[in-house]
């Protein structure tokens, strides 16, 4: 057959260079958000870098240099952050404790995540009785409070990492459910989705290719937020002994041991309680600034 | 352009609707049973002949889309039978409907909803490829030549959407429309949204791809003009109603219907010393679907009613050759 004219290549928008992307979104980040960039990848490093950061062993115990201030040096040893009641390096403990947070919260982020996608997917796009029974179960969930929850289930089933992520994951997925189910409704009559229908696209190649893609800004920053409610949840268990156990550390566990000598050595609670915050503080303005960067309607 | 009209009867047209109808319930009650019907296509019969151009013309919310949908099977008809070149097609039975998206495609009206923001053109064109079980490297071979077709590069197929304007990506939604090489393509109002120096180059394309590839359309349009350009016969809608239905020109020149008479007199014309007399303006607004007149749809509005006209609704009858109007007084009309 006859082609029409081509169009002239020059009529297309250039495509932009990963590169050209990645300086676009650098230049759009407010210069305070780096510094809460800088902690939160400090945070990261720790956890990963553990090993090699910590300049004593978190859990050699040294009774004759219990609860010494930060800066104290006993026998060659500095213990920057002071020690605690075992005469552990609180430093080590908070540095080997950020794998602890981190972890669990990571897990528990893409567990809690996969199955309110799951959920939200199903439920916008099989309608009827799914949707139903979906949003009348995240209803249920909602009404719970979910650290009650959590703290029940872990002391049925027995405390521990694997036991704590399955909790938190279980009881979380909530608000990505919402969130999924009510994007996703909105793309339901979109033409292009009708589209795929039309042509007979398998409805799970449709949640996948059409469905998740366009949902998935809004579930970053659901998760991003969600992350400081997990580290904050993980220390709250182990604060109350039903999430990590001891020797090994965890910021929540260090707060609670260090409580009692809240007014004696003030350091056992407060650096990790500073760390909760600040990781906390960070995710949470980065989570903050995504939603506003990501969410059309705030635009 | 109107030869497929006579030797039309000899063979089955390509698509024939009889007494379509498509009810949406509203206002459920407290048992979900719907306490009120929209009747948005109410018993509608035309049909489709093979490599011709039927345009549905009328206002927004008249049920030409509704139309439209159906008969792809999109939306469920209420009632009504459909055949393809003969044979019936059932919404309802997937083997029909895999039959129905083979022979029949759409061109959104949207160029921008109508493509996936995250998938690649080259993804978007191939999605009833690979739907209809062709492999990735089959589909890609043939996206190549659905591109050349529509006169974009081939290095488009990489690409996001949101690299290409209006108008090419209503191409690459048409190239999407050829990819199982059908023959009926709806066109929901397939160049309304485009700029108005691009439209004709998608219209140029739609009747190009007419004459070599013998495709039919069924031109969903508010736009008379371009309507008067590229269709073969019309059919005015109003109220989920065909009110009258003929050849291009002999709907243009021979308008039978108040209602399409109305409707063509508010088309401006430049004619410089002649002065626009037969501006027909119809009172009062269009009914709610919800609440139709009882008998003729235009019953309300209408400035030739008269009894008969409250009490039962005008069938289609061809009053001249090839020309059908749903009106008691057609007959006056014609003379």
Same mark, same amino acid.
């Given at each position: ?9 020059? $009529? ?14 650098? #230049? ?18 720790? #956890? ?8 004593? $062993? ?51 982020? %893409? ?14 796009? %099989? ?11 995240? $209803? ?39 969130? /999924? ?26 949640? %996948? ?5 366009? /949902? ?75 939603? $506003? ?7 | ?171 690459? *939604? ?21 700029? *108005? ?29 371009? *309507? ?96 059908? *109007? ?10």
């Amino acid at each position: 057959m006859s082609m029409p004219a081509p169009l002239p290549q020059e $009529d297309l928008r250039p495509r932009p260079s990963f590169g050209a992307v990645l300086r676009s979104a650098a #230049a759009s980040v407010p210069p305070y958000l780096w510094i809460f960039i800088a902690i939160l990848l400090g945070f990261i490093a720790m #956890a990963l870098f553990a090993p090699l950061l910590a300049p004593n $062993d978190p859990t050699s115990q040294n009774l004759l240099g219990r609860m010494k201030a930060p800066g104290s040096v006993i026998r060659g040893v500095t213990y920057i952050f002071g020690s605690d009641e075992l005469g552990r390096d609180v430093l080590s403990r908070i540095i080997y404790g950020a794998r602890a947070s981190m972890s669990v919260a990571v897990l528990s982020v %893409c567990l809690s995540g996969a199955i309110g996608i799951l959920a939200g997917l199903l439920a916008a796009y %099989c309608r009827g009785w799914v949707e139903s029974a979906v949003m009348r179960l995240v $209803d249920m969930m909602l009404s719970i409070p979910a650290l009650l929850f959590a703290v029940i289930t872990v002391a049925v089933i027995g405390p521990g990492f694997i036991n704590v992520i399955l909790v938190l994951g279980l009881t979380r997925w909530t608000r990505y459910a919402r969130v /999924v189910y009510g994007q996703a409704l909105g793309l339901m009559p979109q033409p292009y989705v009708r589209y795929a229908r039309f042509v007979g696209t398998r409805p799970l190649a449709i949640m %996948c290719r059409h469905l998740l893609p366009n /949902v998935f800004g809004q579930v970053v920053v659901v998760a991003t937020l969600e992350f400081g409610s997990m580290v904050l949840f993980e220390a709250g268990l182990s604060f109350l002994g039903l999430g990590v156990q001891p020797p090994t550390p965890s910021w929540g566990a260090m707060m609670n041991v260090g409580r009692h000598y809240l007014d004696t050595a003030w350091w056992i609670a407060g650096f990790p309680g500073l760390c909760l915050f600040l990781l906390v503080l960070s995710v949470n303005i980065i989570g903050d600034h995504l939603r $506003d960067r990501l969410d059309p309607r705030l635009r | 352009m109107n030869a497929h009209s006579d030797s039309a009867h000899a063979s089955p047209p390509l698509l024939e609707v009889r007494h379509l109808k498509v009810h949406f319930p509203v206002n459920r009650n407290l048992m979900g049973r719907p306490r009120a019907w929209v009747k948005a296509v109410d018993d509608v019969s035309f049909s489709i002949h093979k490599g011709e151009t039927l345009s549905l013309v009328g206002e927004s919310g008249c049920g030409k889309s509704t139309t439209g949908y159906a008969l792809l099977g999109m939306l469920l008809p209420t009632s009504g039978e459909l055949f393809f070149e003969g044979q019936p097609l059932d919404a309802r039975d997937s083997q029909s409907r895999s039959l129905a998206r083979r022979q029949m495609q759409i061109v959104f009206q949207d160029p921008f909803a109508s493509l996936n923001p995250k998938m690649s053109v080259g993804e978007s064109i191939g999605e009833p490829l690979r739907a209809s079980g062709l492999s990735s490297q089959e589909a890609a071979l043939r996206v190549e030549k659905l591109l050349d077709m529509v006169g974009l590069p081939r290095s488009c197929r990489d690409r996001l959407p949101n690299q290409f304007s209006g108008g090419q990506r209503q191409r690459i *939604v048409i190239a999407r429309a050829l990819a199982l090489q059908p023959r009926l393509i709806i066109c929901d109002e397939p160049v309304s949204a485009l700029d *108005v120096s691009i439209r004709s180059q998608i219209l140029n394309l739609l009747l190009e791809l007419q004459r070599e590839l013998d495709i039919a359309y069924l031109f969903i349009s508010h736009d008379l003009s371009v *309507v008067r350009h590229l269709s073969d016969r019309v059919a005015v809608m109003y109220l989920g109603h065909i009110v009258e239905l003929a050849e291009t020109e002999e709907l243009f020149t021979h308008t039978l219907h108040p209602y399409t008479q109305a409707l063509f007199s508010a088309i401006p014309r430049i004619e410089p010393g002649r002065k626009n007399t037969r501006r027909l303006i119809l009172q009062g607004d269009l009914p709610s679907p919800l609440n139709p007149p009882r008998g003729c749809p235009l019953v309300t509005r209408c400035p030739h009613r008269q009894p008969v006209c409250e009490q039962s609704m005008p069938e289609l009858q061809e009053i001249r050759p090839g020309h059908s *109007v749903a009106c008691f007084r057609a007959d006056e009309w014609n003379r």
